[in-house]
């Protein structure tokens, strides 16, 4: 990526500039990665994700004008700033999660805006929460990109969000998303990835690997074992910085092959 001068924002591709928000952590990595989208030469962006509640970065995102402000999930590293930013702008705020709109409608599945000069599809992918989706840019570059919010990272593997989040929904976004081809990956945390489809594949064999140990956990541990039982044998080795997430995708893998006895 090519850094340019004004507003601290990276060009990551074609149509996309990003901004680091200033609340790194355990769960965001560097921060919140919030996105502008536009084509050359039109006059205003659609903010993807604006982050926290932080002055200075909304000033930043807001500088060059906004038309739209999306959400790709309810967590507030990613919609605290909405409001504010809608505020500061006159932009409406779109979300899967009616809770999170403002001046607008929820977001459907399969719905395709034209803003900003181009062309955005909405890629429902439940999973890290029910309310997660992604944003499909078909023109941006050869393989077009994918906004991916919280379901695919630039580092790491997510977490599920049991009980909101749920594996079996997890899987078939993975699938959904694998359809996309070799997109460039725009996550919320962490770098700008190639390939979405070997993004995806890499993190299906994740899963299924963690659900082999999750299943070796519980055959050693005894059919009724807790969640922290398992977290205990499967993720020893986890930060405890980490240990919340942790517990919550085992419970979700737990609730998962428990499902299907």
Known sequence: MVAENSFSQVRCT???RSRLAPNPGPMSLDGTNSYLIAADGHPGAVVVDPGPLDEKHLQELAAGGVELIL???????????????????????????????????????GEVLIVAGTEVRVVATPGHTSDSVCFHLPFDGPAGSVLTGDTVLGRGTTMLDHPDGRLGDYLSSLDRLELLGPATVLPAHGPVLPALDAVVRNYRKHRLDRLTQIRSAVTRLGPDAGVRQVTDVVYAEADPSVRRAAESSVAAQLDYLRSRR
């Open 14 to 16: 074609a149509l996309t």
């Open 71 to 109: 959400i790709t999930h309810r967590h507030a590293d990613h919609t605290a700033g909405a409001a504010r930013l809608s505020e500061m702008t006159g932009a409406p705020v779109r979300a899967a999660d009616s809770s999170h709109c403002l001046g607008e409608q929820p977001l459907r599945a």
